[in-house]
């Protein structure tokens, strides 16, 4: 027999959900920023760094969607970091006074970052003919600068699949992205100290990076662009 308040009651969960999600993102908000650039977000528009550091106010924060995506990440994250000491987890990483970040996971000679991804991009991860250093290029940029700024030789990335908990792991020898990092670093130090904002530069996400940047608007607007 039907039950008259299933959907009610599904409604009711959802709403609880989205309302706490949406409570912990202005909570996020409200805290003050580090005041310098971050490895996760290496690899990603030079501008959009820019502005992360110096806490410019979000003109496109996410939305609920994009909160629920990213709670079953975090969720994935936290249960495969569960597997490794404490001591392990969490490494805090400084460099001189304008750099700082957290290692998913350090080991004796490698550092490993986690990431949970879908079902599509996982099918995509087991072919033979996968890319990782091209179709990844942030990721990688980003768990091999963590391992560069410790001194480790290699990095290792895992990706896990939402549905079924599968896993891909990419291992990677930090010695070939040295150059890379530098270069990231010299580009972004040097628009810091000389006051200057970078150009608009989406190279994240296949180049569809203005899509889920969170100053898309105040981006387009300067550039005299529409949104669609």
Same mark, same amino acid.
């Given at each position: 027999?039907?039950?008259?308040? /299933?959907?009610?009651? #599904?409604?009711? !969960?959802?709403?609880?959900? +989205?309302?706490? =999600?949406?409570? %912990? ?66 490494? /805090?990483?400084?460099? #001189?006074?304008? !750099?700082?970040?957290?290692? +998913?996971?350090? =080991?004796?000679? %490698? ?66 992205? /040295? ?50």
């Amino acid at each position: 027999k039907p039950n008259p308040n /299933k959907c009610e009651e #599904e409604m009711t !969960i959802q709403s609880l959900i +989205d309302t706490a =999600l949406l409570k %912990e993102q202005e909570e996020k908000s409200k805290r003050v920023r580090s005041g310098k650039f971050s490895p996760s977000s290496f690899g990603r528009c030079f501008r959009y760094q820019f502005w992360n550091r110096l806490n410019e106010p979000q003109t496109n924060p996410p939305d609920v969607e994009a909160l629920r995506r990213f709670k079953v990440g975090n969720i994935i994250h936290d249960y495969a970091q569960s597997f490794f000491p404490q001591a392990q987890r969490e490494v /805090k990483i400084l460099v #001189e006074d304008d !750099i700082i970040g957290f290692a +998913d996971i350090v =080991l004796s000679d %490698e550092v490993v970052d986690i990431k949970s991804c879908r079902t599509f991009e996982f099918k995509l991860m087991v072919k033979k003919d996968y890319d990782i250093k091209v179709s990844k290029f942030t990721n990688v940029l980003q768990v091999c600068s963590y391992a560069y700024f410790l001194g480790k030789p290699k990095a290792r990335l895992i990706f896990i699949e939402k549905d079924a908990l599968d896993s891909k792991e990419f291992v990677l020898k930090v010695e070939d992205w /040295k150059e890379a990092i530098k270069d990231e670093l010299e580009i972004l130090r040097g628009h810091w100290k000389n006051e200057s904002l970078p150009a608009p530069s989406p190279r994240a996400y296949g180049g569809k990076e203005c899509n889920y940047c969170n100053f898309m608007t105040k981006c387009f607007k300067m550039q005299g662009k529409v949104l669609v």
